[in-house]
């Protein structure tokens, strides 16, 4: 097993239990490729635990590869936001279509809000960030494919 699928396996399943989901296949990672620094994360779950949308953030334990946090709203809908040094990790249950189109647009909002505003000089905000999705199938396979925009991700997903 090669040290990608190993670290994902792993990933997706100390996420399971925050998540409350039964297989890892159940599990997508949405992944962010920008430089940034470990204050664009603080600024971001500063901006979450101390908004008026409801939101509940709390830093959870696992082996993530990075700090972890559980993010839910008020309806318990629920994703795992994870800090790399090389961009935004986002985890959540792929068939929870309200976490989907509630939690992530708004993440995806405070992000590139709080990026554009505080970027570094060497963040260009008109670079494109490029952004990869990434499964493990019922084989135990890593599944991975790029896309340019969250926003139709979220759409194109939403209308399947």
Do not use: C
Not at 113 to 140: V, W
């Amino acid at each position: 097993m090669d040290y990608r699928k190993k670290n994902f396996i792993e990933k997706f399943t100390n996420a399971q239990k925050y998540l409350g989901v039964g297989a890892i296949q159940d599990i997508v990672s949405l992944k962010y490729r920008d430089n940034v620094g470990y204050s664009d994360y603080q600024r971001l779950i500063s901006e979450f635990s101390q908004s008026e949308m409801g939101l509940e953030v709390k830093q959870v334990k696992g082996d993530f590869q990075g700090k972890a946090w559980l993010v839910k709203d008020r309806n318990q809908n629920a994703v795992i936001l994870v800090e790399h040094e090389t961009g935004l990790e986002i985890l959540y249950i792929a068939s929870s279509i309200a976490s989907f189109i509630s939690l992530i647009p708004m993440i995806n909002s405070g992000w590139k809000y709080l990026r554009d505003r505080f970027a570094s000089p060497r963040f260009l905000p008109d670079k494109m960030t490029r952004i990869e999705i990434r499964t493990i199938n019922s084989k135990k396979q890593l599944l991975e494919k790029h896309i340019l925009s969250v926003e139709n991700y979220v759409l194109e997903e939403s209308l399947r």
